[in-house]
């Protein structure tokens, strides 16, 4: 007999070998119809496994969250044998789950069409309905690469010998289609149900190696019901007329090429959006105690090797041979230069904490296929900072940190936002005990702030512990942008010393920061987050004075230097073009404020006020205009300051 304990804590005996189906039926005929898993000891698995042992057991059921990767991973094996059925002499390759969805890779001479797609899901549909059950068997390695190479499932057998000695070799057959996998899977295809969409094609090299052939990628999503992949695709669509790609294009604030891969060509207005993000930034720096440096773009090897990056992230790492024959890094961070800069000149106890920060402008390099405009790139600019403290120091300085961090995504219409806690990762330097006093630390400012984390367990940098701030944007997408992390490790590495109370010297701590990350990516995500329509302190062109009629030419062109003069950004636009085609032309680029200046407006002196997104026009004497506007267009930071409540000011 084996005893297995339940979820609620009860304890029940039955006979070894008995299997999760058969113990869901013993409890109840309604459990049984809707269990699709279980979890073993946490772990999920197949619920025709026998039970050998005592364990805690969960009945999984359709409806549980747990549920959602099984019918994704379904959904990829159904996917694949219509692919198959539809496409004989298709090779298949793998289909794992990832975030909302799943895809397959395919070796096929002929390339899939988008209109194929329909077609494939036609037969996913046939086979759920069909609802042939999953079943596993055990087979030898030589048993599997004979069969797989009888079939002409050359990437079946090279997978065969990449699986390690002494692991299970597992087959999982639905009728008469079966593939290699690890599982587990629900009972049968039927369970798969109908909220499923593919979604589009792409190409992949095998095993993500340019060396290697080229496949045919199709993705797709999966969700337990139709209310959930209804919302979904709803999702994709708003996220589609969000990308910050295409709105880049419209609002012309940048580009990017081929002779600059995950390089971005920043134009007039585009880089006046990143100025106002260094601006803004600069001054909450500078009220919070930092100081601006600068450190070189390109140092030598040696300096890479003591700090450990050449070890962790040289393959990440662009470098440059010269005639002298030393090799440079174009730096991949700021934190090595930084401590440079700590070490020049003696620092006492007294001088700590000092906290230096800088928008560095980094290089990484990330494959092509990662590329993705400017929320993955290979160079980008960093708002990043770093304080050397005492130990004493690190509770309250991550504290600071944290609360400057949640006031800064506020003011950039980021309310909802998730803090991770990550611990040490497998590949990192430093002594154990060193990571025990590190995470200890980070952990007890955490509960200081009164902040609530998710574990995010091995996902610490490799010299210290981390917490990652993950903002939810207008339609509910997470991005991860800020990091805090305490590193023991590199003042050490680098021979970073103060002189402590007592009269030697003593390691400082060293606390990593970046509050947007990356300065394009957060740009990005702001594009996205906003759809464009930028609050008016951050659009890069506020106004646009345009007129009706010729006459109205020159009071347009006064009115529009009157705003510059008070601060704000104003173009004129004086074509000899109907007012309803500019207001329109200027409403797809995003500019929040129209000014439409015509015969009556120059007698009056006035200007007829329209906004973007409001049909709504309001007029408005020229004086009591630009007032208003200078007034919207304060930074929240500064208002703050200023005591200028912005609500009642729009």
């Not at 300085?397 to 991770?420: A, N, Q, R, T």
């Not at 995470?439 to 490799?462: I, K, M, R, T, Y």
């Not at 506020?542 to 601060?567: F, K, P, R, W």
């Not at 205009?625 to 200023?642: C, G, K, N, T």
Request: glycine share 8%; aromatic share 10%; proline share 4%.
């Amino acid at each position: 007999m084996i005893t297995i304990t339940f979820p609620d804590g009860a304890s029940r005996q039955y006979d070894a070998g008995i299997t999760g189906a058969e113990l869901a039926a013993s409890i109840s005929k309604s459990l049984a119809k809707k269990s699709v898993a279980m979890k073993v000891d946490g772990a999920l698995s197949d619920l025709s496994d026998p039970l050998a042992a005592d364990c805690a057991l969960e009945i999984v059921t359709r409806d549980d969250a747990a549920a959602l990767e099984l019918i994704r991973h379904d959904a990829a094996h159904v996917m694949a044998e219509a692919v198959q059925s539809l496409f004989p002499g298709t090779q298949v390759t793998i289909g794992p789950v990832i975030e909302n969805g799943f895809y397959y890779d395919f070796a096929r001479e002929e390339p899939f069409t988008p209109e194929d797609l329909p077609n494939i899901e036609k037969k996913m549909r046939e086979i759920i309905q069909r609802n042939s059950p999953f079943t596993k068997e055990i087979w030898s390695r030589d048993k599997a690469k004979q069969v797989f190479a009888v079939m002409g499932e050359d990437f079946k057998v090279e997978l065969v010998d990449a699986i390690a000695e002494g692991e299970d070799l597992r087959v999982y057959a639905q009728g008469d289609w079966f593939d290699l996998c690890r599982g587990p899977h629900m009972p049968s295809t039927g369970k798969v149900g109908t909220a499923f969409k593919l979604l589009k094609l792409a190409g992949a090299y095998w095993r993500g190696d340019s060396n290697n052939p080229m496949l045919q990628r199709i993705y797709g999503t999966a969700w337990a019901g139709e209310g959930d992949l209804k919302a979904y695709l709803t999702q994709l669509e708003e996220a589609e007329k969000r990308d910050h790609r295409r709105l880049g294009r419209e609002m012309n604030l940048f580009h990017f090429q081929e002779e600059a891969p995950g390089s971005v060509f920043w134009h007039p207005k585009g880089w006046t959006l990143f100025q106002t993000l260094i601006s803004y930034m600069r001054r909450r720096q500078d009220d919070a105690g930092y100081r601006e440096v600068n450190s070189p773009d390109m140092m030598d090897r040696s300096l890479w090797e003591r700090s450990g990056h050449w070890e962790k992230f040289g393959e990440n790492m662009f470098t440059s041979d010269t005639p002298d024959e030393r090799t440079f890094a174009l730096k991949p961070m700021n934190c090595p230069g930084h401590v440079q800069i700590f070490k020049h000149g003696l620092k006492s106890y007294r001088d700590l904490p000092v906290k230096y920060a800088e928008f560095g402008k980094v290089h990484r390099y990330e494959p092509s296929g990662a590329l993705h405009g400017m929320l993955r790139v290979r160079s980008f600019t960093q708002d990043d900072a770093h304080i050397f403290c005492t130990t004493e120091q690190i509770n309250e300085e991550c504290v600071k940190v944290h609360e400057l961090m949640m006031s800064i995504y506020s003011d950039f219409g980021f309310e909802d936002v998730i803090v991770k806690f990550a611990d040490r990762p497998e590949i990192r330097v430093g002594a154990d005990d060193v990571w025990d006093k590190a995470e200890a630390a980070l952990q007890h400012a955490v509960e200081s702030a009164g902040q609530d984390c998710v574990f995010n367990p091995g996902e610490g940098a490799f010299y210290g512990p981390k917490l990652e701030y993950t903002l939810r944007d207008a339609i509910g997408r997470e991005w991860q942008c800020g990091t805090l992390q305490v590193d023991l490790n590199l003042p050490e590495r680098l021979g970073a010393f103060y002189i402590a109370a007592d009269g030697d010297k003593h390691v400082p701590v060293m606390l990593h920061r970046a509050m947007f990350g990356s300065l394009e990516r957060f740009a990005g995500i702001l594009v996205e987050h906003h759809a464009g329509h930028f609050p008016l302190w951050l659009a890069p062109l506020q106004i646009v004075v345009a007129t009706i009629v010729s006459d109205a030419d020159d009071y347009a062109l006064e009115v529009m230097e009157a705003c510059n003069a008070a601060g704000l950004r104003a173009e004129a636009d004086l074509r000899n073009e109907k007012i309803n085609y500019k207001v329109r032309e200027h409403s797809l680029t995003k500019v929040p404020v129209i000014l439409v200046a015509g015969k009556r407006e120059v007698d009056e002196r006035s200007v007829n006020v329209r906004r973007l997104g409001s049909k709504d026009q309001r007029s408005m004497s020229l004086d009591e205009a630009i007032a208003s506007l200078v007034a919207e267009a304060v930074a929240p930071d500064a208002a703050r300051a200023m005591g200028v409540d912005l609500q009642a000011a729009e």
